[in-house]
């Protein structure tokens, strides 16, 4: 269960990023965190086996750094929240671009909504033909919420743009499967805080991404098959009919419980 962070208590922030070989885009995402209106209290950049200067950027941004040999996304992005030592943990991906209010914007909602143990945001993309970006990210982002909402009876976490309290990653760390490259992280997330905890979306928390799952059909495709597989994983068990009716039972809110309040 997760702990409250005191209302009068201005609460840490960690960002967190995982990188491989993508050290132009970090400069670019690590220049814009340092322009946010609430700076973050520690970005941790993991490092995933990368052959370029990534963790040497991110080391003279002011980073901290930490290697992750494991490969896959799913475990760097476990190893950035295990070691983060915020209140609140903030994931974007290295070729995100967050609006300069991104982490004021994330601390003001899990203020006002305690109950809330995550956060997840929209994104728009930064990069490819500028008729098609609105449009793109539009059935992109909205074509996954509707799948992954289908298969999780409840909003799903999207990785380049989310936030949520540290002590709700401690209660489902050890079920996330970090060591399985093929998954999708965030949704794989999903399924393990989404089953104890609340996700809200945050309209607000805007960020850019690059268009890059659209430049090849190979690695869209693959996104698709890590999407898949994703849900795949955790069947029988996590069917949404199962999920509801366990989540009904047993109660999905236990912040809000604990402050016995409506939602807001």
């Known amino acids: ?40 209290d520690e970005i941790v950049v993991v490092d995933n086996n990368s052959t370029d200067d990534s963790a040497a950027i991110a080391r003279r941004a002011g980073a901290r750094v930490l290697p992750c040999p494991a490969p896959g996304i799913p475990a760097a992005s476990a190893t950035g929240y295990d070691a983060a030592t915020g209140d609140l943990i903030l994931r974007l991906d290295a070729d995100c671009l967050p609006a300069p209010t991104w982490i004021a914007t994330m601390v003001d909602a899990f203020a006002h909504s305690p109950e809330v143990a995550a956060f997840t945001g929209r994104a728009r993309f930064t990069d490819g033909p500028t008729a098609l970006r609105d449009p793109l990210a ?13 298969a999780l009876g409840h909003l799903p976490l999207f990785g380049s743009n989310l936030g949520m309290r540290r002590d709700a990653w401690r209660d489902v760390r050890e ?13 794989d997330l999903s399924f393990h805080l989404g089953e104890r905890h609340r996700i809200r979306y945050l309209p ?11 430049f090849s059909g190979r690695a869209f495709a693959h996104r698709l098959r890590r999407g898949m597989r994703t849900v795949v994983i955790h069947w029988p068990d996590d069917l949404q009919p199962v999920r509801t009716l366990r989540r009904t039972r047993t109660g999905v809110d236990p912040l809000r419980a604990r402050l016995r309040q409506p939602a807001r």
């Open 175 to 187: 079920s996330v499967h970090r060591h399985d490259p093929l998954l999708h992280d965030d949704l």
């Open 1 to 40: 269960m997760a702990e409250l962070i005191s209302p009068a208590a201005e609460p840490t922030v960690s960002v967190v990023i995982p990188v491989k070989d993508d050290a132009v885009a970090l400069t670019v995402c690590l220049h814009a965190l340092a322009l946010q209106s609430r700076h973050a």
């Open 204 to 214: 607000t928390a805007s960020m850019g991404m690059s268009m890059r799952p659209f």
């Open 138 to 150: 539009t059935i992109y982002l909205g074509a996954y919420a509707l799948a992954a909402s289908a």
